[in-house]
């Protein structure tokens, strides 16, 4: 029989164990910090029914989908799209509104949720893109209304994950899509359709550069003039550096546009700029760690008010690692009721491959703590007693049940990144010891068999001072 090529499908991420320790690694640490600010886990099923995915037909999204169809006769036909009835999700945002509006009267609200969970697109095969990946998400969501003060706790989660995975400084840019469409309205771009093409071009110009937004802007389905042009690259190449700076920005836009006091988005985007960069410092960001950036818009339209990006300083060319915003009405197509919210996404699995690829994931030591080895069947009970009395202290214990020789078990350690092999010869166990090799640092040391767990346990809270 021909051997079937193993091989596994382009746009998914498979690593290796100690790798995959390392993305759990980043998992946890995320999951502890989305907790932390008071947080609560949901999960969602991976199908759901496509009419409740694709409120809206046709489209971009619809071609991305993947759709789901039972070979069993209990299978409904496709509806009258024409499509399956059954898909599985494209993100955790939409599976969300629905969950809110099916279970809104058992929620309390602010309802505040993360979720960590598998979503899946039909990109076009290439690096770095994924079909299947991990997105980490948190939200804020309101009945009926919603402080702009959530707006800025935020970017204060964001500092609090950020730092504690340690990948390096970074920066959380915001800003305002009330401001950005009240700027477009005060140059004669007052059609909603044409502000949503706008947004989108200009939120591409730390990506595609300044010659590129500008030609875009100049282009065909845009007609704009060339000062219209002109002032919307001033607007959306400003920048700040630090909170006064900031104020000063917001100030001098203000002051310069006299005509745009009449707009009220333009006037609302300005007061809640000012109002969340003030909040935010009070959280206790540091300065060096938020700035405004006035180009960034999210491309999707659900976006009203505050938007959010996550840059790391010395890798910009990675683009954005976390990003996020405010929204009107998540749930505008399940329910009557006004769920305004507020919240943000981390691609893990496009991070963390971004992150390896720039060499910024750090190796990590197996999960399994000690290795007892076996030099003899006849000392396997004096070995199972080890391993069961670290168990029970908690230490992560393999034993080697095969034994063979000793060189052999501890290349296998070594390969395996496990820390120390833990050697209960007959010797040893004649003196009423056990010897210990630490095979990160190349050395050796002999303990009483009575004194194991106390000297592994002083030896593994070495690791946690040195890490911490």
Same mark, same amino acid.
């Given at each position: 029989?021909?051997?079937?090529?193993?091989?596994?499908?382009?746009?998914?991420?498979?690593?290796?164990?100690?790798?995959?320790?390392?993305?759990?690694?980043?998992?946890? @640490?995320?999951?502890?910090?989305?907790?932390?600010?008071?947080?609560?886990?949901?999960?969602?099923?991976?199908?759901?029914?496509?009419?409740?995915?694709?409120?809206?037909?046709?489209?971009?999204?619809?071609?991305?989908?993947?759709?789901?169809?039972?070979?069993?006769?209990?299978?409904? *036909?496709?509806?009258?799209?024409?499509?399956?009835?059954?898909?599985?999700?494209?993100?955790?945002?939409?599976?969300?509104?629905?969950?809110?509006?099916?279970?809104?009267?058992?929620?309390?609200?602010?309802?505040?949720? #993360?979720?960590?969970?598998?979503?899946?697109?039909?990109?076009?095969?290439?690096?770095?893109?994924?079909?299947?990946?991990?997105? =980490?998400?948190?939200?804020?969501?309101?009945?009926?209304?919603?402080?702009?003060? #959530?707006? +800025?706790?935020?970017?204060?989660?964001?500092?609090?994950?950020?730092? *504690?995975?340690?990948?390096? *400084?970074?920066?959380?840019?915001?800003?305002?899509?009330?401001?950005?469409?009240?700027?477009?309205?005060?140059?004669?771009?007052?059609?909603?359709?044409?502000?949503?093409?706008?947004?989108?071009?200009?939120?591409?110009?730390?990506?595609?550069?300044?010659?590129?937004?500008?030609?875009?802007?100049?282009?065909?389905?845009?007609? /704009?003039?060339?000062?219209?042009?002109?002032?919307?690259?001033?607007?959306?190449?400003?920048?700040?550096?630090?909170?006064?700076?900031?104020?000063?920005?917001?100030?001098?836009?203000?002051?310069?546009?006299?005509?745009?006091?009449?707009?009220?988005?333009?006037?609302?985007?300005?007061?809640? /700029?000012?109002?969340? /960069?003030? @909040?935010?410092?009070?959280?206790?960001?540091?300065?060096?760690?938020?700035?405004?950036?006035?180009?960034?818009? !999210?491309?999707?339209?659900?976006?009203?008010? @505050?938007?959010?990006?996550?840059?790391?300083?010395?890798?910009?060319?990675?683009?954005?690692?976390?990003?996020?915003?405010?929204?009107?009405?998540?749930?505008?197509?399940?329910?009557?009721? @006004?769920?305004?919210? $507020?919240?943000?996404?981390?691609?893990?699995?496009?991070?963390?491959?971004?992150?390896?690829? *720039?060499?910024?994931?750090?190796?990590?030591?197996?999960?399994?703590?000690?290795?007892?080895?076996?030099?003899?069947?006849?000392?396997?009970?004096? =070995?199972?007693?080890?391993?069961?009395?670290?168990?029970? +202290?908690?230490?992560?214990?393999?034993?080697?049940?095969?034994?063979?020789?000793?060189?052999?078990?501890?290349?296998?350690?070594?390969?395996?990144?496990? !820390?120390?092999?833990?050697?209960?010869?007959?010797?040893?166990?004649?003196?009423?010891?056990?010897? $210990?090799?630490? /095979?990160?640092?190349?050395?050796?040391?002999?303990?009483?068999?009575?004194?194991?767990?106390?000297?592994? !346990?002083?030896?593994? +809270?070495?690791?946690?001072?040195?890490?911490?």
């Amino acid at each position: 029989m021909a051997l079937t090529t193993p091989r596994t499908m382009p746009g998914t991420l498979e690593l290796l164990p100690r790798e995959q320790i390392a993305f759990q690694s980043m998992l946890d @640490t995320i999951r502890r910090g989305f907790e932390v600010y008071g947080f609560l886990p949901i999960e969602t099923p991976a199908i759901e029914f496509a009419d409740i995915l694709l409120t809206k037909s046709g489209g971009e999204t619809e071609r991305q989908v993947y759709f789901v169809q039972s070979t069993g006769a209990l299978e409904r *036909a496709p509806d009258q799209s024409g499509r399956p009835e059954h898909a599985l999700r494209f993100d955790l945002t939409v599976p969300l509104a629905r969950y809110v509006a099916e279970h809104e009267r058992e929620l309390a609200f602010p309802f505040r949720r #993360y979720q960590m969970q598998h979503v899946y697109r039909g990109e076009r095969a290439q690096r770095g893109r994924f079909r299947e990946f991990y997105q =980490c998400d948190i939200d804020v969501i309101g009945k009926d209304s919603l402080s702009i003060r #959530y707006d +800025a706790e935020i970017p204060a989660v964001i500092h609090a994950v950020f730092s *504690a995975l340690d990948i390096g *400084a970074f920066t959380i840019w915001l800003n305002n899509r009330k401001l950005m469409r009240g700027f477009f309205e005060g140059l004669g771009i007052g059609d909603g359709e044409k502000q949503a093409l706008v947004l989108r071009e200009v939120d591409k110009l730390d990506k595609r550069g300044i010659t590129y937004v500008q030609g875009a802007l100049c282009g065909e389905g845009f007609d /704009l003039p060339n000062h219209v042009v002109a002032e919307i690259l001033a607007f959306v190449q400003l920048r700040s550096n630090g909170l006064d700076d900031a104020h000063r920005l917001l100030e001098t836009l203000e002051k310069g546009n006299p005509s745009h006091q009449a707009i009220p988005a333009f006037v609302e985007g300005l007061s809640e /700029l000012r109002e969340v /960069l003030e @909040t935010v410092a009070a959280f206790g960001v540091p300065e060096s760690a938020f700035a405004l950036n006035l180009s960034i818009a !999210r491309g999707l339209d659900y976006y009203t008010g @505050t938007v959010y990006e996550t840059t790391l300083n010395a890798h910009p060319d990675i683009g954005s690692i976390c990003s996020g915003g405010r929204y009107d009405n998540l749930a505008a197509n399940y329910t009557k009721s @006004t769920l305004p919210g $507020v919240g943000i996404s981390i691609g893990l699995t496009r991070l963390f491959w971004q992150l390896r690829e *720039a060499g910024l994931v750090k190796t990590t030591d197996s999960t399994v703590q000690v290795l007892v080895t076996q030099m003899d069947a006849t000392q396997m009970p004096a =070995c199972l007693a080890i391993a069961k009395e670290l168990r029970d +202290a908690d230490i992560a214990t393999e034993i080697a049940l095969e034994g063979g020789k000793l060189g052999k078990q501890l290349k296998y350690a070594d390969r395996a990144g496990i !820390r120390f092999a833990v050697v209960a010869g007959e010797d040893e166990l004649a003196r009423g010891a056990v010897a $210990v090799k630490d /095979l990160r640092r190349g050395d050796q040391f002999e303990v009483p068999r009575a004194e194991l767990v106390k000297s592994l !346990r002083a030896e593994l +809270a070495k690791d946690e001072v040195q890490r911490a």
